[in-house]
């Protein structure tokens, strides 16, 4: 079974400048979740899609964040102006739903290290 | 306001040791604590833990929840190389979210 796939890997940028990050989940996952891990730091959640719907958003920066899961599959996040403070690893997870025992074996991609100088 | 608090924040073992590692909570509304292993990037889960006093054991490593006294344990018994990784806890609430903890740094050295 093909696991979580993210691009790009790296990603070096400007402060103002915008990125953009793409997220597969496993097939038949409905539940989607972006998380952002800052160095020395676990990770945190920054966006919950169910399907295509947002369950959760409280702690997405909004004024520069932004995310979208159209059809359900796929994701995108993207920073736009990014500043220094933004550089951290994005990771992507998935679960197969998000109530009772699935809902808790989130499986990660292999994240995104983004550096913004 | 819930958290999680791992300790140590950081270990350093000789190959064959046991070890450790801990996890304490303070969550309003519990539902599980979960153990993963980051090695590079991706966290791998490790366990799921939601009823007390229950070991859930795979191989070398075990771990168990008191969930009387609001912590948990992970153990890793004849230590190896590969088991040089951070090891994160989290919990889920009433939402289906993790949250962490800063994560314990294991460093096995032979």
């Known amino acids: 079974e093909a696991g979580v796939a993210q691009s790009p890997r790296y990603k070096i940028i400007e402060k103002r400048q915008s990125v953009a990050f793409w997220c597969n989940p496993i097939?038949?996952?409905?539940?989607l979740y972006w998380y952002q891990q800052i160095l020395g730091q676990g990770p945190k959640l920054l966006i919950q899609f169910q399907n295509n719907g947002v369950v959760d958003d409280s702690q997405l920066p909004k004024d520069r964040f932004s995310a979208e899961r159209l059809k359900g599959v796929d994701s995108t996040l993207k920073i736009q102006p990014a500043k220094l403070e933004d550089s951290a690893v994005y990771l992507c997870?998935?679960?197969?739903?998000?109530?009772?025992?699935?809902?808790?074996?989130?499986?990660f991609g292999p994240g995104t290290r983004l550096l913004v100088l | 306001e819930d958290k999680v608090v791992q300790s140590p924040l950081s270990l350093v073992v000789h190959e064959g040791d046991t070890v450790t590692l801990n996890c304490s909570y303070e969550v309003t509304n519990f539902r599980s604590l979960l153990w993963y292993k980051q090695e590079k990037k991706a966290p791998t889960f490790l366990f799921m833990l939601?009823?007390?006093?229950i070991e859930k054991k795979s191989g070398r490593l075990s771990s168990i929840l008191d969930k009387k006294e609001l912590f948990s344990i992970l153990n890793i018994t004849a230590t190896q190389t590969g088991d040089s990784a951070i090891y994160l806890c989290a919990y889920t609430g009433t939402a289906s979210k993790l949250t962490f903890g800063t994560g314990t740094r294991l460093q096995v050295t032979l």
């Open positions: 097939s038949g996952h409905a539940t």
């Open positions: 997870a998935s679960s197969l739903g998000s109530a009772g025992w699935s809902a808790g074996t989130q499986y």
């Open positions: 939601t009823s007390s006093g």
